[in-house]
């Protein structure tokens, strides 16, 4: 797991780099990439991964993420002696949330098609829906040009998409108990920061903070204590680091954060 950026300061109010680099990356988006089929033909596709941000290049040199990367560093700052680390992040981040935003795409193409016929949906409704060619071609999310957004709804409506889709589904109906996150897209460095600004630093511990992703923020109680967690496996994990903590430190667990070593072995 790569780490994550941390707020300078500690108030993670204002911008927020998930959200702000979402932004960058739909403005520097680089439409149609070139490639090279089986047969030697060369061809044109959507960009569909953060690697296809460093194929398309202004006269100058500079690539899609070349730009996407010095208008991140406008935005945020970090200290020299961490740009390399912190560029390796971004990177890592980056390629993360360019799928995020595809995969947000389509699903707000399904909304503004049936919003436009009268029927509002949610993201889980609109996810599982599909739509026509024609209906998405109706449907141009704005951050895609009018040249793009034909190629973009021809990969939708693809064989290679939908089989993709289709496997991802099964995979998540496979999993009885998903021990998923209830927060959204917000990150474990940037909830721990909010816990620590709000409550203070005894509630931005390792374990509250990961409780608190698995209930989902909406149920924190005042005193900055996890809500409910619906899901019997993460539940489970949390339980059994505490029942070994009590064992293994029974007069002060409570007051240690994390033990590595009693996490490995639970």
Same mark, same amino acid.
């Given at each position: 797991?790569?780490?994550?950026?941390?707020?300078?300061?500690?108030?993670?109010?204002?911008?927020?780099?998930?959200?702000?680099?979402?932004?960058?990356?739909?403005?520097?988006?680089?439409?149609?990439?070139?490639?090279?089929?089986?047969?030697?033909?060369?061809?044109?596709?959507?960009?569909?991964?953060?690697?296809?941000?460093?194929?398309?290049?202004?006269?100058?040199?500079?690539?899609?993420?070349?730009?996407?990367?010095?208008?991140?560093?406008?935005?945020?700052?970090?200290?020299?002696?961490?740009?390399?680390?912190?560029?390796?992040?971004?990177?890592?981040?980056?390629?993360?949330?360019?799928?995020?935003?595809?995969?947000?795409?389509?699903?707000?193409?399904?909304?503004?098609?049936?919003?436009?016929?009268?029927?509002?949906?949610?993201?889980?409704?609109?996810?599982?829906?599909?739509?026509?060619?024609?209906?998405?071609?109706?449907?141009?999310?704005?951050?895609?040009?009018?040249?793009?957004?034909?190629?973009?709804?021809?990969?939708?409506?693809? %064989?290679?998409?939908? !089989?993709?889709?289709?496997?991802?589904?099964? #995979?998540?109906?496979? *999993?009885?108990?998903? @021990? $998923?996150?209830?927060?959204?897209?917000?990150?474990?460095?940037?909830?721990?920061?909010?816990?620590?600004?709000?409550?203070?630093?005894?509630?931005?511990?390792?374990?509250?903070?990961?409780?608190?992703? %698995?209930?989902?923020? !909406?149920?924190?109680?005042?005193?900055?204590? #996890?809500?409910?967690? *619906?899901?019997?496996? @993460? $539940?489970?994990?949390?339980?059994?680091?505490?029942?070994?903590?009590?064992?293994?430190?029974?007069?002060?667990?409570?007051?240690?954060?994390?033990?590595?070593?009693?996490?490995?072995?639970?």
């Amino acid at each position: 797991m790569y780490r994550q950026f941390k707020y300078l300061g500690g108030n993670p109010n204002g911008y927020k780099y998930g959200s702000e680099l979402g932004v960058i990356l739909k403005r520097e988006y680089p439409g149609l990439v070139k490639y090279m089929d089986d047969s030697g033909v060369t061809r044109s596709r959507p960009a569909l991964e953060w690697e296809d941000y460093y194929l398309v290049h202004e006269d100058e040199g500079v690539s899609n993420a070349d730009r996407v990367k010095q208008e991140f560093w406008r935005c945020f700052e970090v200290t020299e002696s961490n740009r390399v680390e912190a560029d390796r992040i971004l990177e890592s981040y980056a390629r993360r949330k360019v799928k995020d935003i595809l995969y947000q795409a389509r699903v707000d193409a399904v909304k503004i098609y049936y919003d436009d016929h009268g029927e509002e949906l949610d993201d889980k409704m609109a996810c599982a829906r599909e739509l026509t060619l024609e209906q998405y071609l109706a449907s141009r999310v704005d951050w895609f040009s009018p040249t793009v957004w034909p190629h973009i709804c021809s990969y939708w409506c693809s %064989k290679e998409f939908k !089989e993709a889709r289709c496997r991802g589904q099964k #995979s998540r109906l496979q *999993s009885k108990d998903v @021990a $998923q996150n209830r927060g959204g897209s917000r990150p474990f460095t940037e909830y721990r920061q909010f816990l620590e600004h709000k409550f203070g630093p005894e509630k931005a511990t390792i374990m509250n903070t990961y409780a608190v992703m %698995k209930s989902g923020m !909406e149920n924190l109680d005042e005193n900055g204590n #996890s809500g409910a967690i *619906s899901s019997q496996k @993460a $539940q489970k994990h949390l339980d059994d680091y505490s029942t070994s903590m009590k064992e293994a430190y029974p007069e002060n667990w409570q007051d240690m954060d994390l033990d590595e070593r009693v996490l490995y072995n639970t």
